[in-house]
T-cell receptor, first 109, second 115 residues
Framework: DAKTTQPNSMESNEEEPVHLPCNHS???????IHWYRQLPSQGPEYVIH???SNVNNRMASLAIAEDRKSSTLILHRATLRDAAVYYC??????????FGQGTRLTINP | EAGVTQFPSHSVIEKGQTVTLRCDPI?????LYWYRRVMGKEIKFLLH????????ESGMPNNRFLAERTGGTYSTLKVQPAELEDSGVYFC?????????????FGPGTRLTVT
């Protein structure tokens, strides 16, 4: 399993963009990069995934470095509901998700 | 579409007793996973079913834990006998067969407290 490094915590203001970084320098060539988040008192929730190209969906954007050793989850306009722990998870054929410590995101009103 | 449901939401038992947790995946999802978070630790994978078969049980901590998925629908996770270190939140997740590499849908979890 690829090792990931994320900041323990980040803070942002409501309606501002948030960039959550993740280093995954040991990622293998076939691993997808997944992002999940866990809101308080809930189970983890899928956010987005990508392989090589940048990806967008209704929740967020994922920017993947050209060498794939890092990625950034972008929340374009953070809301209070986006306060959660965000996990970057490289995943390959094993299918199981390996959660690290994640980044605790605080959103200020 | 109903999400993944887990029962009970919270269970308090004494050391040495038996507890059975249940997970109902999203209808039609062949993949079912169990994870848990013990106090202060990261969420850890326990095992993975494909339909009724155990695909990967490498995360099961010991033989006090027994998971079943009869008929390939709901799953149960039995802990017998429970120990103090089993306290934590147990999550179940499911995914369709053709999207196993993408998103897993998680339930709200069962909080287990062993006293």
């Amino acid at each position: 399993d690829a090792k990931t490094t994320q900041p323990n915590s980040m803070e942002s203001n409501e309606e501002e963009p948030v960039h959550l970084p993740c280093n995954h320098s040991t990622i293998s060539g076939t691993d997808y990069i997944h992002w999940y988040r866990q809101l308080p008192s809930q189970g983890p929730e899928y956010v987005i995934h990508g392989l090589t190209s940048n990806v967008n969906n209704r929740m967020a954007s994922l920017a993947i470095a050209e060498d794939r050793k890092s990625s950034t989850l972008i929340l374009h306009r953070a809301t209070l509901r986006d306060a959660a722990v965000y996990y970057c998870i490289p995943t390959g054929g094993a299918q199981k998700l390996v959660f690290g410590q994640g980044t605790r995101l605080t959103i200020n009103p | 579409e109903a999400g993944v449901t887990q029962f009970p939401s919270h269970s308090v038992i004494e050391k040495g007793q038996t507890v059975t947790l249940r997970c109902d995946p999203i209808s039609g999802h062949d993949n079912l996973y169990w994870y848990r978070r013990v106090m202060g630790k990261e969420i850890k994978f326990l095992l993975h079913f494909v339909k009724e078969s155990k695909q990967d049980e490498s995360g099961m901590p010991n033989n006090r834990f027994l998971a079943e998925r009869t008929g390939g629908t709901y799953s149960t996770l039995k802990v017998q006998p429970a120990e103090l270190e089993d306290s934590g939140v147990y999550f179940c997740a499911s995914s369709p067969w053709d999207r196993a590499y993408y998103e897993q849908y998680f339930g709200p979890g069962t909080r287990l407290t062993v006293t």
